[in-house]
């Protein structure tokens, strides 16, 4: 089993007892539990006030038909002490979405938190700021992050100096709880998992494709191949753009 | 740790390949993870359609803010092949509310599956339903079941016959995916796994009262008193009034 979390040399984010923002983006097809996890848990981070935003006003259904209704649009927020970003079959799409890519931009250029789950690495990776850092994503994109100048790390979640990134979909939870920990200490997280219950204890050990049944890998692996193969094309899109120094110039005078 | 799960000397769900239909209930003030973890899961089951039913149609706020919109209302809906019963705070309001006890009964009366994650099982309870079933619910309250004829088990997840349960919150996950195997077999559950990455790893082991630090748990019964009282007095009206022979039949009608 890879590491339940990974801190890098960079500073880490530091406790505080000031008021903490957290904003959650949403948009149509994500997959609902990347947000919903770290809503769970942050939500009750003590003095805490948790923000759901959208790209315009209005619900959105995420991948499987959950109405998510945010309470601001994009165009409305600046940045929040955290920014979660999650993932989903619905990240393709906005990878060059110049709104989307901005606000997470604009998060860490201020030099603070971008959370993101599952494939939401990838959005972060294309606003350019995953250059340099080390970060993790959904199993099956991993190695898609060295396209966006990151180095993958093999953990649950990725501490690294303002920018934190967990695994596929429920890695989630993980993250955010590890958060908890960092920004209120490990009591407040403590607190929070016991209300939650959360002591997992799933009946099947299938949830990395190391120790899944090799068939239903192969068959998760036919039904995500479409998806699979858009995301890579995009990845080496970007890293072939990067290689130009003209569009190097551009995007980093952009991010910095 | 107690065990992953309790299947009882009932008839467990049988596996089939019909089409299968999931009623997912939410209301003010709820835990949102109860109903968005089992959504996560049962909504990827092959062949199954899930519908998110109200009491009214238009948007409710979880405990903790997130906006969720059903589907349906409870007025437009018969009954599902799984009906979820999710937990929370806002449980404690619907205890008498007749519109979704009888969503309940009538799951039951028609010999169908009810799924209750947390403090859900108390609404069952109030419904009647629990007596002499087997069945679990958030740690905090597993001492009431018993005031609804129920016996107690101390696994996380609690199949007995065509009622299951889930210990608190972020069990639903756990449930959800043993109710997967049991309608379409392990391979499907483990490919649903794989793909949600459900590898779990919290950095702490402090989900239960029993692995909780001493502080953390005396912080907890702090802040959760006033429920807990609530739900205690709740549960002992329910047991008095069931001790009564009249009430007894009048409920038993109802159920049967």
């Known amino acids: 089993m890879s590491m339940p979390w990974f801190v890098s040399e960079r500073p880490k984010p530091e406790m505080s007892t000031r008021p903490i923002s957290v904003g959650c983006l949403i948009y149509a097809q994500m997959d609902q539990i990347d947000f919903t996890g770290p809503f769970e848990i942050l939500s009750r981070m003590p003095d ?115 920018i934190i990134s967990a695994a596929g979909v429920t890695a989630g939870l993980d993250a955010a709880l590890a958060l908890v920990s960092l920004l209120r200490g490990e009591a407040a997280a403590q607190e929070i998992q016991l209300a939650i219950e959360y002591a997992p204890n799933p009946i099947f050990d299938s949830g990395t494709p190391e120790k899944a049944p090799a068939e239903v890998l192969q068959s998760f692996q036919r039904r995500y191949e479409s998806i699979g193969t858009t995301r890579e094309a995009e990845a080496i899109r970007y890293a072939e753009k990067e290689a130009d120094p003209e569009s190097h110039q551009q995007r980093k005078a952009l991010i910095s």
């Open 48 to 162: 805490t006030a948790v923000t759901v935003v959208g790209k315009e006003l209005g619900p959105i259904q995420d991948v499987q038909g959950l109405q998510l209704t945010p309470d601001v649009s994009i165009a409305e927020v600046g940045t929040f002490d955290v920014l979660v970003v999650p993932g989903g079959y619905g990240q393709q799409p906005l990878m060059h979405d110049e709104e989307v890519l901005g606000l997470i931009r604009k998060q860490v250029q201020a030099e603070r938190l971008l959370f993101s789950v599952c494939t939401g690495a990838l959005l972060c990776g294309a606003a350019g700021v995953l250059a340099g850092r080390q970060a993790t994503t959904h199993w099956s994109a991993r190695h898609l992050l060295p396209h966006y100048g990151a180095a993958l790390v093999d953990a649950r979640v990725v501490v690294d100096g303002n």
